[in-house]
């Protein structure tokens, strides 16, 4: 009876090292996937950081100066949204007072020239910070009225210390006006 048993034990024994040695091939053949799991996982997590942390220090600063430069312009009619493949959404001001999305299209030539303006301006200001910057501006208010463009040689002058604007025109005229502080150079007379 105690030899039976022995052999059932022993055979239960031998299962038993069996599903062990088959636990321990399949855990060391999947190491490698878990370890890309793993890495994935972190990897994900890092990006997940860094894409806050860009949210953070990029673009909502980049957001707020365009939304406070353009807020100025327009004295608050619109508000402008920018996500992080750096696409705007305008949203303008209704007579309720609340703000209705998606009015990118219903914006004015000029006002869509200004606002590009702003947004390339507020990231060569977040770019100067490090070391001055060059923005170069051609036939960029084309569609300004004359407020507007005013508005735009004030900004440009008050940000002319950590950035230089290089504006080429065929508007010359509206341009003179703005000599002081301006070096203005008439390249139709150096031909």
């Not at 059932?8 to 069996?18: A, H, M, P, R, T």
């Not at 009015?103 to 770019?127: C, D, W, Y």
Request: with cysteine.
């Amino acid at each position: 009876e105690i030899s039976g048993e022995m052999k059932e034990y022993g055979s239960f024994i031998e299962n038993l090292q069996n599903t062990e040695y088959e636990y321990q091939t399949t855990l060391n053949e999947l190491k490698p996937e878990l370890t890309d799991i793993f890495a994935t996982e972190w990897l994900l997590k890092l990006v997940e950081e860094e894409k806050e942390k860009s949210q953070r220090e990029i673009f909502r600063p980049l957001q707020n100066r365009v939304m406070e430069a353009f807020g100025k312009l327009t004295t608050d009619r619109y508000r402008v949204q920018i996500d992080n493949e750096l696409n705007l959404n305008i949203a303008a001001k209704s007579l309720t007072g609340e703000y209705l999305n998606g009015m990118n299209q219903s914006l004015s030539f000029g006002t869509k020239e200004q606002l590009s303006f702003l947004v390339r301006l507020a990231i060569a200001e977040q770019l100067s910070k490090k070391e001055p910057q060059v923005m170069i501006l051609d036939d960029s208010f084309v569609n300004s009225d004359y407020f507007r463009l005013a508005q735009m040689m004030e900004i440009m002058r008050e940000k002319s210390n950590n950035i230089q604007f290089l504006v080429f025109t065929c508007k010359t005229e509206e341009f003179k006006k703005y000599r002081n502080g301006i070096h203005f150079i008439d390249l139709e007379k150096l031909l």
